[in-house]
């Protein structure tokens, strides 16, 4: 549905600057040309930011899962009752983001997933005496769960750098006097161009638009951002990967 979404929007505003052929009033030719030139610069600039952001993101996420994946594998070196343990909080912090399909879930309400693994190693392994293999296991699950929380502050701070509300009005502002002054100009004598012209701008000015609020809300692909990774963590667990 969504890869004939362009052609689809494009055929309409075609047909409704063919069909709804306006007069020219005055001289708007100064007023296309400025908003075009704001529309440009600020949806680039947004555009940059929130990619930056996008891939930021993600790049935290993968060292998110990176050691979580750390965590399960070193769990094994140490007793198979612990290592259930672990599975089972590893597994229950990802399927309840897939469920929700939200990457934040457990960044914008509250988490037990590290307090329950750091009480999982007091009760299992507390005072017992561990060997060198155990103990070198039980330093790397420390430092590993050091690696979460901090990359857990970094996302959470990364979440709030969306598109402020005032910014997106001055885009959407931009955009309909775009639009409007385009509907008011000829660009061509025959009537057909005109319109071809005129939908292929607004098709683009839209879809402009779209990619922006993907960016911002962090749906580039059509999936949850983390989606991939969140699944490979728990492939890994079950001995698929």
């Not at 960044?107 to 329950?116: A, Q």
Request: with cysteine; aromatic share 12%.
């Amino acid at each position: 549905m969504k890869k004939y979404f362009p052609l689809t929007l494009f055929i309409l505003l075609a047909i409704v600057y063919f069909i709804f052929a306006f007069d020219q009033i005055g001289s708007y030719e100064i007023f296309l040309t400025v908003a075009s030139f704001l529309f440009a610069i600020f949806t680039g600039f947004f555009i940059s930011r929130q990619e930056k952001r996008y891939t930021t993101i993600r790049d935290l996420i993968a060292q998110y899962d990176g050691a979580m994946t750390s965590i399960f594998r070193e769990s094994r070196h140490i007793s198979k009752r612990f290592t259930h343990q672990i599975h089972d909080i590893i597994e229950a912090h990802y399927q309840t983001m897939l469920n929700k399909k939200t990457w934040d879930w457990h960044f914008t309400h509250k988490s037990e997933t590290v307090s329950s693994i750091h009480r999982v190693i007091h009760d299992e392994i507390g005072k017992k005496r561990l060997s060198n293999l155990q103990f070198l296991s039980l330093q790397q699950i420390l430092n590993e769960l050091t690696i979460v929380q901090t990359v857990r502050k970094h996302m959470i701070a990364m979440k709030q750098e969306r598109i402020p509300i005032f910014q997106w009005l001055l885009i959407y502002v931009l955009a309909i006097l775009m639009l409007c002054t385009l509907s008011i100009l000829p660009l061509s004598e025959v009537p057909i161009l005109d319109a071809i012209f005129k939908g292929i701008f607004a098709t683009a000015v839209i879809f402009v638009m779209l990619l922006l609020r993907d960016l911002d809300n962090l749906n580039l692909y059509e999936e949850i951002v983390g989606e991939a990774s969140a699944s490979d963590v728990l492939e890994i667990m079950e001995g698929t990967k």
